[in-house]
């Protein structure tokens, strides 16, 4: 059992200790804050809730600290709100250094997103530098930082294309002109946005060199006028066994090419498939392919084709196979060339021929 002299020395040993503590620190009242090296310290009435005991056994380690958000997330504690927008600061100034920017050098900054910063109890471990918050922010891509900067630059001027007709070649060829680049100095308003180009608006710009356009020229001239050779070979390697003219007292409008069963037959030009069809006393399974300036060419006695009207085709493109429909005596191609529905003898305008002429 404890003895009156025993607790009246206990008692002056706790009121001693009680006036060293109050020596050191700013007391208040109970929850009363205590300012420590910019750390807001939640402390408790050193004879309240606890004691002397509870004071340096629990709370010492809690502080009110500045949680900075970014849409909702944390991303770290600091001391305060001057604090925390500092560290918006600093994400600033780390894109600018990465970029090579100086003050100077902005026309503007814009940062979008939900910034929030709000006070919270937590443990004093858990503050955080604002350069470390700064460079989390950075690395997700929190926020959108547009820097908003003067630029001039060169730019190269790509050549216009320009096509023109012209009689002095043929129907069907062409000729290049390739142009020249131009040069011009523009001087802009760019965005960059997290450090990199997000848009730019062009304020002026001066022409320093003037380009040339490339120019294509188209052939337009006639071929049957000009008296020059255009056509591919409709099929190779068979023998003309009928020619263009007068035949068995009637007018035969094309050229007869005797060919095996089922060899391949060409566009003799580029064009479009106006009509295909079969005539049984006649053409049989046939062909009709219309060029520019009235040109036309038709296959005729095909085994069969592989177009349809409507169809573009490429010279030397295969459009069907030799055959023997129709008004026909044996496997051969009827081939026909004319000009505003005027037939023409198209052996004259063929480029190079593998044809045998037939002889009995």
């Not at 910019?38 to 606890?50: A, E, H, K, Q, T």
Request: include cysteine; glycine fraction near 10%; aromatic fraction near 8%.
């Amino acid at each position: 059992m404890v003895s009156d002299d025993s607790r009246k020395k206990l008692f002056l040993l706790l009121v001693l200790l009680n006036l060293i503590v109050l020596s050191g620190i700013s007391y208040y009242n109970e929850k009363s804050k205590i300012v420590e090296k910019n750390n807001i310290v939640l402390g408790s009435s050193l004879f309240g809730r606890g004691g002397v005991f509870g004071y340096f056994g629990s709370s010492i380690n809690k502080g009110e600290l500045v949680g900075v958000y970014i849409e909702g997330k944390l991303y770290g504690y600091v001391s305060n709100k001057s604090e925390g927008e500092k560290v918006l600061e600093n994400v600033v100034l780390s894109y600018m250094n990465d970029m090579g920017l100086k003050n100077e050098d902005l026309e503007g900054v814009n940062i979008k997103g939900n910034v929030e910063y709000k006070k919270e109890l937590t443990d004093i471990k858990d503050i955080k530098t604002i350069d470390s918050i700064a460079e989390a922010i950075k690395k997700e891509d929190a926020l959108c930082v547009d820097l908003i900067v003067k630029d001039t630059r060169d730019v190269v001027i790509e050549p216009k294309l320009e096509v023109k007709n012209t009689e002095d070649l043929v129907l069907g060829k062409q000729k290049v002109l390739e142009g020249t680049e131009g040069l011009k100095t523009q001087e802009l308003k760019v965005t960059y946005r997290n450090g990199k180009e997000y848009e730019a608006d062009v304020l002026s710009e001066n022409i320093i060199a003037l380009g040339q356009n490339k120019v294509i020229y188209k052939g337009t001239g006639d071929p049957i006028a000009m008296g020059i050779a255009f056509l591919k070979e409709p099929t190779k390697d068979g023998v003309l066994t009928s020619e263009f003219g007068s035949r068995w007292g009637r007018m035969h409008n094309g050229i007869d090419i005797g060919n095996e069963l089922g060899k391949p037959v060409y566009s003799a030009f580029d064009g479009k498939v106006k009509k295909v069809f079969y005539e049984q006393y006649g053409y049989g399974n046939a062909v009709i392919i219309e060029h520019s300036d009235g040109l036309e060419t038709r296959y005729a006695h095909l085994n069969n084709y592989n177009v349809k009207e409507g169809d573009t085709v490429k010279k030397g493109e295969k459009i069907g196979e030799v055959g023997n429909t129709g008004r026909s005596t044996g496997p051969h191609l009827h081939f026909e060339l004319r000009k505003n529905d005027n037939p023409v003898n198209p052996l004259k305008y063929i480029e190079q021929t593998t044809l045998t002429v037939y002889s009995n």
